[in-house]
């Protein structure tokens, strides 16, 4: 395990990356905005279970065959931007609705709109969390104090808690100010718009970067 100096190295990296805006927490903000705070936070959950996945798979070695594969990196950016895409055009395409989860949607339907359920597949198409942990943790692993998986695990939750918390404060926030632009059908309609429109620009920002 680290000592205290590279704890608190370790720390200040975490919260500097919990709070720098990425794929994530823009998802959260858009569907907080949209949706409210309830919304927000099942955006929350989803995003951590995501990136809970990528933490494990750190743990076991597996993202190093994501970070040492250029092909493989590529297709799982392009799909995670592609995704961030298509969840801004439905977002616009049912900018009127007053609740997209509901009606004559059927159980597979509801569940594909779930803001858990898409935070989730945001967070686990988004490689960039996998390189996150790759290029953190390792400097912070000493196999000859502790098992490496074990330090690995230990440290990315750490780290994921961190970002969750950041996250759930951009929750809270934006859902106070969707519920307010809620109260005006116009403003309710350009809120979604934009809403849409981050979550595609967005993803076509994933697709570009290197």
Known sequence: MPDFAEWMVFLGTAAIFAVTPGPGILYVLARSLRGGRREGVRSVLGNGIGAAAHVVAAALG?????????????????????YLVFLGLQAIRH???????????GPAARWARSPLVQGVLTEV???K????????LPHFVHPER??????????????????????????????????VLDGN?????????AS????????GFVALAD
């Open 185 to 193: 059908v116009r403003r309710r309609v350009r809120q979604r718009v």
């Open 146 to 179: 502790a098992p490496a998986p074990l330090v690995f695990l230990v440290l990315g939750l750490i780290a994921l808690a961190m970002t969750m918390l950041a996250d759930l404060l951009v929750a809270v926030f934006a859902g106070r100010l969707g519920a």
């Open 196 to 203: 849409g429109a981050t979550m595609i620009g967005l993803g």
């Open 129 to 136: 969390t996998a390189l996150y942990f790759m290029a953190l």
């Open 62 to 82: 597996l993202s190093a065959l994501l970070a040492t594969s250029a092909v493989a990196f590529t297709v799982v950016k392009l799909a995670g931007a592609a």
């Open 125 to 127: 198409l988004n490689p």
């Open 95 to 105: 900018r009127h609705r007053d609740d997209e989860a509901s009606g004559d949607a």
